[in-house]
């Protein structure tokens, strides 16, 4: 595992968050210890909540409670709910408050290092709320403000200077958007979390091979004309190489793409099971094969001219 500066803040975080879900807790408590402890051997120091669910925040608490505090780095999801059926977004002052206090007392870990809002639009965040956090900044129950999502008001967040982490989907085919918004956070100083670094329309060869790419259509907008057969350069400047890179797979390539970028604090995963987590931490110690990056900006600067 690699290790990258967490934003100002002077500490080291692993350069893959793992994030915890209903999903972790399904097979019950000791299944998701499990997962945390294999991270944990894996290196990664990161973890993030993705509900303040007392149950998901206990297993956490439970399986990082022989660890030095001070070496973990634990993010907690606000406004999303806390995983409870019929649990809504709710960002109130005295919402978040709530769910950062039944969630520090169930996991027993003295302070979160981050609270990170979910994705709230332009009306769904008051002042009174944003007081309230820094109310809880003010006595460390708290460390850090983060702000996660893909909206165009991300980049109305990211120029107050309120915030001092940004969580964005960035993948090999992100948007100029995406990247213009990376750099104005690098310029506020914020540290950056990345999610979402391998999306559906690149997980099959077939999507790959056709992402954001135009079809000639037929007469009257029906077909193709003839089928042609497919020669060697067939899918040239697609992102169909993901699938055909040998000792890797096409989510390994997105995953250490993403982690090329220095910017980046961190990554976040997720792991259905531990054979999974296991292989994904190995990628940040891989290094890219030669010429891949190259194709990745052809692929990406050819999918930008035909959207």
């Given at each position: 595992?690699?290790?990258?500066?967490?934003g100002?803040?002077?500490?080291?975080?692993?350069c893959?968050?793992?994030?915890?879900?209903?999903?972790?807790?399904a097979?019950?408590?000791?299944?998701?210890?499990?997962?945390?402890?294999?991270?944990?051997?894996?290196?990664?120091?990161?973890?993030?909540?993705?509900?303040?669910?007392?149950?998901?925040?206990?297993?956490?608490?439970?399986?990082?409670?022989?660890?030095?505090?001070?070496?973990?780095?634990?993010?907690?999801?606000?406004?999303?709910?806390?995983?409870?059926?019929?649990?809504?977004?709710?960002?109130?002052?005295?919402?978040?408050?709530?769910?950062?206090?039944?969630?520090?007392?169930?996991?027993?870990?003295?302070?979160?290092?981050?609270?990170?809002?979910?994705?709230?639009?332009?009306?769904?965040?008051?002042?009174?709320?944003?007081?309230?956090?820094?109310?809880?900044?003010?006595?460390?129950?708290?460390?850090?403000?983060?702000v996660?999502?893909?909206?165009?008001?991300?980049?109305?967040?990211?120029?107050?200077?309120?915030?001092?982490?940004?969580?964005?989907?960035?993948?090999?085919?992100?948007?100029?958007?995406?990247?213009?918004?990376?750099?104005?956070?690098?310029?506020?100083?914020m540290?950056?979390?990345?999610?979402?670094?391998?999306?559906?329309?690149l997980?099959?060869?077939?999507?790959?091979?056709?992402?954001?790419?135009?079809?000639?259509?037929?007469?009257?907008?029906?077909?193709?004309?003839?089928?042609?057969?497919?020669?060697?350069?067939a899918?040239?400047?697609?992102f169909?190489?993901?699938?055909?890179?040998?000792?890797?797979?096409?989510?390994?390539?997105?995953?250490?793409?993403?982690?090329?970028?220095?910017?980046?604090?961190?990554?976040?995963?997720?792991?259905?099971?531990?054979?999974?987590?296991?292989?994904?931490?190995?990628?940040?110690?891989?290094?890219?094969?030669?010429?891949?990056?190259?194709q990745?900006?052809?692929?990406?600067?050819?999918?930008?001219?035909?959207?």
């Open positions: 595992m690699r290790y990258r500066p967490f100002l803040t002077g500490q080291a975080v692993s893959l968050t793992l994030s915890l879900g209903a999903r972790d807790i097979g019950g408590p000791e299944a998701g210890r499990e997962l945390v402890y294999s991270a944990l051997e894996a290196g990664i120091n990161s973890y993030r909540l993705e509900t303040a669910d007392p149950v998901l925040a206990e297993v956490l608490g439970q399986a990082l409670k022989h660890v030095d505090r001070k070496l973990v780095q634990v993010s907690l999801t606000l406004g999303a709910g806390d995983g409870r059926r019929g649990s809504d977004r709710d960002f109130s002052a005295e919402g978040i408050t709530s769910a950062i206090d039944r969630a520090l007392h169930a996991s027993n870990l003295g302070w979160f290092d981050m609270a990170l809002l979910d994705e709230p639009v332009d009306n769904e965040l008051p002042q009174s709320t944003l007081n309230a956090l820094k109310a809880l900044r003010a006595t460390e129950r708290v460390r850090l403000l983060g996660s999502g893909d909206g165009e008001v991300m980049d109305t967040y990211v120029s107050t200077g309120a915030f001092d982490v940004l969580a964005t989907p960035f993948h090999v085919n992100a948007s100029w958007q995406i990247r213009s918004r990376l750099r104005a956070a690098r310029e506020q100083d540290a950056i979390f990345v999610y979402g670094y391998f999306p559906d329309s997980n099959t060869a077939k999507k790959a091979a056709s992402a954001h790419v135009e079809k000639k259509k037929g007469l009257f907008g029906f077909g193709g004309g003839p089928k042609v057969k497919e020669g060697p350069l899918h040239a400047g697609t169909a190489f993901l699938h055909r890179t040998n000792n890797w797979t096409a989510e390994a390539i997105c995953l250490a793409y993403a982690l090329t970028d220095p910017s980046v604090s961190s990554i976040m995963i997720e792991a259905s099971d531990i054979e999974r987590l296991n292989t994904l931490s190995q990628v940040p110690d891989r290094d890219m094969p030669p010429g891949l990056a190259a990745i900006e052809m692929a990406r600067v050819a999918s930008a001219k035909a959207a």
